[in-house]
């Protein structure tokens, strides 16, 4: 029996424009089934329809077509009749959070399934083991780092036990480590017949997973594919359909090599950087602490401008501390110096600039002209250059929170250009991103850097970390 059953799907937004244009799907229970191709060829809006957020939540969307779960209609049902059967991991966990807390958390959807106390403790526990969730237990939904949540996330949907499950992006912030539980997970759960669906970019890890690769552009069905076709295509061809590389085990090997499971000390990639540099920034004895745990200790370390350095390490591992801490966000022992001299908490405010992993909190201008000139001298004739080097002169008039995505994203590297900073740091900026956008990300970067500047980029994504950064900072937790 087929566990989902799409039938000429069109979704229509409110000026006519079809986002889906005809689409046809069979799932068979059990089967695991990955949408993919560039950013915004559908693959979202698909998983939205599958679940019945389209046009249920989405109701300015028009959608014609049929869709079928295990051969029965879903027209008329609630969302919360198609929760029973569907199971959905957002790619931004934050807004499918309703507690304080990971416990609660975990045991919120089975809550609402109404089962009994043992239950759902009986459920959640099997879920913490096999999720590897033990550490995250009992901790304030605000203390996680992005893939801890993401993490919680699948938990709390996995317990509930739903016949599907959709995963859009699931392992946008992830590490290397916790994509490989997330393959183990999602490899018993298709072992036991759960239906699987997932919209993702990083294609490399669904090996001995995924049975099908559904190819889209445009809204419409252009091939289907095995992982084995998909993996014979040359870079050139996967880079023309906007698909990422599927060979990224070797980079993951590589970057191994080159840390030999250091942390805290600079580890070069590529490129020399020019050691005499005028700006030098420089860590001594630098220690955090949280509640009375250590986070981490750095005996010593000194950046040159002119760099760009890629933060890595598993998640949780004090990355965004770290970044917080060069911010003067957080309190810290020990001493920060620029060019020998020491500086206060304010002296890093003043000098730093951060690009959020979630650029909407950070958006706060009428239109996008006014956003990239918010805090910045920047002349007129600067504003304007900038504007058209990132392509986005035509948008100057338009509301920051009507652009997509990779226009918000463009528009904070636009403030980061203009900001003068000598500290500028991005946040986990490519989950989620095409293959074309990450080529053009790169390009951003690198035009942004300058020995005036030092460049951090808190990442997960090996590919970003081989074709941009000069040095890695490998993280991990204090011991």
């Known amino acids: 029996m087929n566990a989902i ?39 979202t809006t ?33 969302i919360s009749d198609i929760a029973k059967n569907v199971g959905s991991v ?75 499950l959709l995963l859009d992006e699931p392992t946008a912030n992830l590490d290397y480590e916790s994509i490989e539980l997330l393959k183990i997970l999602l490899t018993s759960l298709k072992k036991l017949g759960y239906t699987i669906l997932l919209s993702e970019h990083r294609l490399y890890w669904l090996k001995d997973l995924a049975d099908r690769f559904i190819y889209l552009k445009s809204g419409q069905h252009q091939a289907t594919y095995t992982f084995d076709e998909l993996y014979v295509k040359s870079e050139q061809e996967l880079s023309t359909m906007g698909l990422r590389s599927m060979n990224v085990d070797s980079l993951s090997k590589k970057l191994k090599q080159l840390t030999n499971e250091k942390s805290w000390e600079l580890c070069q990639i590529q490129r020399n950087v020019d050691e005499d540099s005028s700006l030098s920034i420089e860590l001594e004895e630098v220690e955090v602490s949280y509640h009375d745990k250590n986070v981490f200790r750095i005996p010593h370390l000194q950046f040159s ?26 309190k810290y022992k020990g001493a920060i110096k620029e060019n020998e001299q020491i500086l206060k908490k304010k002296m890093l405010n003043k000098q730093g600039f951060m690009v959020m992993q979630d650029v909407n909190q950070q958006l ?26 990132l392509g986005l ?50 390009n951003e970067i690198k035009s942004l850097s300058s020995p005036d500047n030092i460049i951090f980029i808190v990442t997960h994504d090996m590919e970003m970390i081989f074709q941009l950064v000069d040095f890695v900072l490998p993280c991990s937790k204090y011991n």
């Open 5 to 43: 059953d799409l039938q000429k799907i069109s979704v229509t937004t409110s000026d006519s424009t079809k986002i889906i244009d005809e689409f046809s799907l069979k799932v068979a229970q059990g089967e695991c089934v990955v949408l993919c191709g560039g950013s915004g060829c559908g693959k």
């Open 46 to 78: 698909i998983t939205r329809v599958i679940n019945g957020l389209i046009p249920e939540f989405y109701d300015t969307l028009r959608l014609e077509g049929e869709v079928k779960h295990f051969g029965a209609s879903i027209n008329g049902q609630t």
């Open 90 to 164: 957002f790619q931004n966990p934050k807004s499918q959070f309703f507690n304080l807390d990971t416990s609660n958390e975990l045991i919120f959807g089975c809550e609402n399934l109404n089962l009994t106390r043992k239950e759902i403790l009986d459920r959640t526990e099997e879920t913490i083991a096999d999720l590897n969730l033990k550490n995250l237990v009992n901790r304030s939904i605000f203390e996680l780092s992005g893939g801890e949540k993401q993490r919680v996330a699948c938990g709390s949907i996995i317990s509930m036990k739903p016949k599907i």
């Open 305 to 330: 401008g002119g760099s760009i350095i890629g933060v890595i390490g598993e998640n949780g591992a004090g990355k965004t501390t770290f970044i917080n801490t060069l911010l003067g966000f957080t």
């Open 364 to 389: 706060f201008s009428n239109t996008l002209l006014n956003e990239v000139r918010l805090g910045t001298d920047a002349t007129e004739e600067q504003v304007q250059q900038i504007l058209k080097q």
């Open 393 to 442: 002169s035509h948008l100057e008039t338009r509301h920051p929170a009507s652009l997509s995505g990779g226009e918000k994203q463009r528009t904070a590297v636009a403030s980061a250009l203009l900001s003068d900073k000598k500290i500028i740091v991005f946040d986990e900026p490519t989950s989620g991103l095409d293959r074309n956008s990450l080529e053009q990300f790169c």
